[in-house]
Each structure stands twice: as structure tokens, then as C-alpha cells.
């Protein structure tokens, strides 16, 4: 298509054209970002892009990202931004290649398999390493590793801007912002930073059409009890330590540096629930086997497949993944690491903040008239359903929505999808059943069925007629 319209003004203006490709690229995309093909990826229809925008020539700071354009009509799909969390998780390998992207990892770790129900069916999907630091994003002022959310949205606000420049056709694109987990504080101070922008400029303006987390950090003395009546109520800690700490702890003060700023008590019960739950289990999905490091390591030097199915799920995807990405062709063919990072790389590094309440950033972003979705895989135990529900009610009251969707089922291929409420024609909250944390890793197909309803601005439905997304 690019080469196409290129080619098509060539004829009209033969020097225009040269200068054109000169500077921008075919089709006015960076032709130096233009991924032609990943190692052991699938042929494909739509394109990659990936590679870096520099945020900040001063400092040195460059922030990694991975684009893939919509498999059908990516010219009348919108742009959905998506990040993961941490705080400082990579977006490329956990949103792009273990969930909603268009490839998982093959089980030796050496390739690409397609993922069908990615949300490029929806949407054109951008993915940003962000802050600096994490994954193949960097910066030359090692001080700028020990950033927080404020500095993160700023960059993202940045990032975002020089972009555009880079695709300029995507500028007025609808814009949707989704991330999971710790992007529960990333895609909300994003949104603020981007509506801040828009109030300021009498240009260009951010074309921000929707908000959607998933199992999203949004106010810790909520979200923390809810982890623990989670183990609780899955038979995973005993009566008398639930009710200890359903009891005595107190979590207004609690905060994520340990210790918690609780009581001897509380704190006690705590770290005893934390021990009896142990290591193996999957903690960010309940029901799934979990996939032992040290066999899954010397799987794939062996060039034997890893991949363990629990429940339809290959649960040692994320170590496929780590081996892939550390090939150095993959890096290549990706444009990533640039400029030889002294380091492996890696799922996720530190990051700071995180003792912030989320919930007066979705409340300015409602009222500016954004619908907001929270959605939950329900068999996460980090960020539960629990406490996001409660939370997403009480942020309904304090607007004084409406219920316009009474809590109750949603469908998937003749199945219940999850659970449903909304509020004032804007704020949604869905549950996907029998999802994780990662809610597309587990759950691809109800996963996509929730984006596409999404973007597309239309409810879940509450009948077992069958959809056009199913
Ligand atoms: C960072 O340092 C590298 C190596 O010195 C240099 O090539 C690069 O231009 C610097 N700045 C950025 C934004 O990468
Ligand atoms: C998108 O474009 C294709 C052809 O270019 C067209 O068939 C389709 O109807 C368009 N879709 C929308 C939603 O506009
Ligand atoms: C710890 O708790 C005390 C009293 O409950 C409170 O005054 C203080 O601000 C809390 N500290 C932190 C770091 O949250
Ligand atoms: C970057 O490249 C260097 C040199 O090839 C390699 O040792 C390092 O592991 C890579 N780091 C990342 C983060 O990809
Ligand atoms: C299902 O959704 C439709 C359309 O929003 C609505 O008219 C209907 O009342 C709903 N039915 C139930 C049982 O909630």
C-alpha cells in the first residue's frame, strides 16, 4: 500500500517522490523501522514496525517500541495504545508476545507461532517500552533508572508526540489507551497528561477516544485486603489466618515497601498467608500448573520444546520468550538495542511510586466524557476482581452515575464471558472468567471478543446469540 502511493505520485512528480522516501520513508513510514521479518515468524499480512524515539537528546533517553498495523483495513482502524506494568515491565514482551500481539513464542524458544486472536483484528496495536530502563528502552543518565509514574507520563506525552511525526497518517486517529496491572497507574496518568495537552494547545490535538485496564493497581487499601480474601475464599490460606487479617489489619497506611506500615500482628498473618500460598503456585492465575525455571532453562539450551500445556495455556511462554529475545537476530531484525546494552535482556526492572490513589485520575477522565473500562481476569489473586469491583462502584457513586447495566452476565460463543455492570453510559466493568492476571494470555478469545466490544464502542453482550466478534 506505502510502496503503492509512492509510486502513484512518482508519476505525477517525479522529484517530490524521491524527496518524500528521502525523509520520511515509503508511504511516510520510517522505512528504517519497517520489521521485514522477525527470525522463525509465520508469513504475514500486515506490517511491523519497530525501533526507537528518542525522548530527551540531552540526557540520552530513547524509548523502544513495537508497532503492528491492523491484519484487515489498518487505514479505518483506529490506535490502540497498550502497556504493561511492573512498575517496569516490558509492554514488547508481555502485551506484544505472550498476550494480545499477533505471535506467541514456539516452544524451543527459536521462533513464532501465530496468536489468531490478537487484537490486531480490532485495532492498529502500539507498544511502548516505557519508563527508560525497562527492557530495550534506555537511557545514557543512569540516574534516570530511579523514575517514577510522573516521569513516565511524561515521557509516554513525548513519546507519543515524535511518534506521530513518524506516522503522521495515525495522528487523528481514534486513540484508545489499555494496559494491565501496575498500567493501572501508567494508562490513567497518561490519559491526565494527554487531556493536559489538549487543554493547552491551540494545535494539534490527542485524538483520545477510550480508556480500558485490566486487573488494574488502582488504590492499595483496597486492592492488598482484596489478595488476601482472594487466598481466603480459594481455600488457599486457613480460617484463622483470613480472619486474622480480615480482623486486625488495618490497610489505610499499608504501603508496598515492606514493612507495610501495619501491626506486628497484621504484618505477621500476613507474611504467614504469603508463606502457606508459596512458590508453587501461580499467584497472577490460581488454577494453572506453574512452569519450573531450572527444567524450562536447560529445555531450550537443549533446542528441546518447553512448552508445558496447563488448561490450553503453555505456562512456560514467558521463558520461550525471555530465549527468544535474547537471540541476537531477533534484536536485529527488531532494530533493538541500539546501542549495545551491558545487560541481558529481561521481562522486567525496578521502578518506583506506586502508593498513589488512581481513582480521582479516572474520575477526570469520565468527565471528560471517555469511557473508562476496568476489566478483571477472575483468577488472579495480585490485583483480584475483589477490590477493583468495589473500588469502580464506589467511583460510580461518587459521580452519581447511574447503573445503565445491571451486574450480570456477558457471552462468549454460546458460554458465560464474564460478568458485567456499567455506569452513567461510560464507566464499565467486566470480569473475564477463567483468566488470569494477563487476561489475553490465558483467555484469547474472550479477551478479543472484550477489546473489539470495546473500540468499537458497543456493550458485551447479554444473550447467548451469537455476536459478529465471536
Ligand atoms: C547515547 O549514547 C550512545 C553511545 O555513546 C550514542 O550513540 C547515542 O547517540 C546517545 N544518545 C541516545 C539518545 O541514544
Ligand atoms: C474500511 O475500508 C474497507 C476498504 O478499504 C471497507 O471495505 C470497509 O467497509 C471499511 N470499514 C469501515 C468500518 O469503514
Ligand atoms: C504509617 O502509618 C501512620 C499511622 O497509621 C501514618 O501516620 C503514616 O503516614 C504512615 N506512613 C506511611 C509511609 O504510609
Ligand atoms: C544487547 O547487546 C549486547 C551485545 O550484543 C548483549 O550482550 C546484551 O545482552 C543485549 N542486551 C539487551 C537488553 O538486549
Ligand atoms: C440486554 O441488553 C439489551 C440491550 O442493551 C437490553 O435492552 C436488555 O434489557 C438486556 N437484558 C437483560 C436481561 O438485562
Given amino acids: 500500500m506505502g510502496k503503492q502511493s509512492c509510486w502513484f505520485s512518482a508519476v505525477v512528480v517525479v522529484v517530490g517522490c524521491v524527496f518524500w522516501v528521502m525523509v520520511a520513508g515509503v508511504g511516510g513510514y520510517p522505512e528504517e523501522n519497517l520489521v521485514e521479518r522477525l527470525p522463525g515468524q509465520p508469513e504475514v499480512e500486515f506490517s511491523q514496525y519497530a525501533g526507537y524515539v528518542d525522548v530527551d537528546l540531552n540526557a540520552g533517553r530513547s524509548l523502544f517500541y513495537y508497532f503492528v498495523e491492523a491484519d484487515s483495513h489498518p487505514h479505518n482502524k483506529s490506535l490502540t495504545l497498550w502497556l504493561n506494568g511492573g512498575p517496569g515491565c516490558s ?51 543512569t540516574s534516570d533508572y530511579k523514575t517514577g509514574d510522573a516521569a513516565a507520563a511524561n515521557d509516554m506525552r513525548e513519546f507519543l508526540l515524535k511518534w506521530f511525526e513518524k506516522f503522521p497518517s495515525y495522528k487523528s486517529r481514534d486513540l484508545f489507551l489499555t494496559g494491565e496491572s501496575y498500567a493501572g497507574h501508567y494508562i490513567p496518568q497518561l490519559a491526565i497528561a494527554l487531556l493536559d495537552y489538549n487543554e493547552h494547545s491551540a494545535g494539534f490535538k490527542f485524538n483520545l477516544k477510550g480508556v480500558a485496564i485490566g486487573n488494574p493497581l488502582l488504590r492499595l487499601d483496597r486492592d492488598i485486603p482484596a489478595t488476601y480474601e482472594y487466598f481466603w475464599s480459594h481455600g488457599m490460606i486457613s480460617d484463622e489466618i483470613g480472619l486474622t487479617i480480615m480482623n486486625e489489619c488495618d490497610f489505610d497506611d499499608y504501603s508496598i515497601a515492606s514493612p507495610h506500615n501495619v501491626t506486628e500482628k497484621c504484618n505477621n498473618a500476613i507474611s504467614e498467608a504469603n508463606q502457606i500460598v508459596g512458590e508453587y503456585i501461580d499467584n497472577y492465575d490460581v488454577i494453572l500448573d506453574v512452569c519450573y525455571p531450572s527444567i524450562v532453562e536447560q529445555e531450550l539450551r537443549l533446542r528441546k520444546l518447553a512448552t508445558k500445556i496447563s488448561v490450553g495455556v503453555d505456562v512456560c511462554m514467558s521463558y520461550e520468550r525471555r530465549f527468544y529475545f535474547n537471540l541476537p537476530e531477533v534484536q536485529q531484525a527488531l532494530h533493538a538495542n541500539r546501542t549495545k546494552l551491558p545487560y541481558p535482556w529481561h521481562m522486567c526492572s525496578g521502578a518506583t511510586d506506586g502508593n498513589i490513589n488512581i481513582l480521582p485520575l479516572l474520575k477526570r477522565i469520565v468527565q471528560n466524557h471517555i469511557p473508562v473500562w476496568v476489566f478483571s481476569g477472575d483468577q488472579d489473586s495480585v490485583v483480584p476482581l475483589l477490590g477493583s469491583r468495589t473500588l469502580i462502584r464506589e467511583l460510580a457513586h461518587d459521580l452519581n452515575f447511574k447503573i445503565t447495566v445491571p451486574y450480570g452476565t456477558w457471552f462468549h460463543k454460546g458460554q458465560v464471558g464474564g460478568w458485567v455492570t456499567e455506569y452513567g453510559n461510560l464507566l464499565t466493568f467486566a470480569t473475564v472468567r477463567g483468566a488470569s492476571h494477563m487476561v489475553p494470555y490465558a483467555q484469547p478469545s474472550r479477551a478479543l471478543h472484550l477489546f473489539s466490544s470495546f473500540v468499537h464502542g458497543r456493550r458485551l453482550p447479554n444473550n447467548t446469540r451469537r455476536s459478529i466478534d465471536d
Avoid: Q
Wanted: positive net charge; aromatic residues 14%.
Fill in 91 to 141: 509492554s514488547v514482551g508481555g502485551g506484544a508476545f505472550t498476550e494480545l500481539g499477533p505471535f506467541y513464542p514456539t516452544g524451543d524458544g527459536r521462533g513464532l507461532r501465530r496468536n489468531l486472536m490478537s487484537w490486531n483484528r480490532a485495532s492498529n496495536l502500539l507498544f511502548v517500552e516505557s519508563p527508560a530502563g525497562v527492557g530495550w528502552s534506555y537511557s545514557n543518565t
